[in-house]
């Protein structure tokens, strides 16, 4: 654990600490696998650090770090292959905000609809202009009787 981010033995002295943590003090494992996946992250080896977090269980903080990188679509295939339901939704509903926040409305719109919150479907619809109130509440009820 010693090793500089900068040096090219890092990520294997990492996964060496990782080792020797299981294997001599299972107990204190997870603690040191965690903080060798962040010390990765910190490192912009994103990829070994996320795969630690998984490894470990750490599902929904590994998604986070994908999203703090802009990493949206991996936080959402990772969020939605690991995390229970609504867990999963929480990662989709926060690129939904993200994509409202520099005016993507639609593909807002459609990750509302991903996740299953059909009253910001019709709220969102209402705000863009994309249609009448009738027009999206009735799209609502429409998905809301799918189910």
């Not at 690991?82 to 990750?111: M, N, Y």
Request: neutral net charge.
């Amino acid at each position: 654990m010693q090793t500089a981010v900068s040096s090219p033995n890092h990520y294997a002295d990492a996964l060496r600490a990782c080792l020797i943590a299981s294997l001599k003090r299972p107990e204190t494992a997870i603690s040191t696998i965690k903080m060798s996946a962040m010390n990765l992250i910190a490192a912009n080896r994103i990829d070994e650090g996320i795969e630690l977090l998984v490894l470990i269980g750490f599902c929904k903080e590994a998604c986070r770090y994908l999203q703090s990188y802009g990493r949206w679509h991996d936080a959402i295939t990772l969020a939605k292959t690991t995390l229970p339901v609504a867990d999963a939704c929480d990662v989709v509903l926060r690129h939904a905000k993200q994509l409202e926040s520099i005016g993507c409305w639609q593909d807002a719109i459609l990750f509302y609809v991903s996740a299953s919150r059909f009253d910001q479907v019709c709220y969102r619809t209402m705000c863009s202009g994309y249609g009448s109130y009738d027009t999206p509440c009735r799209l609502s009820d429409f998905f809301m009787n799918m189910i």
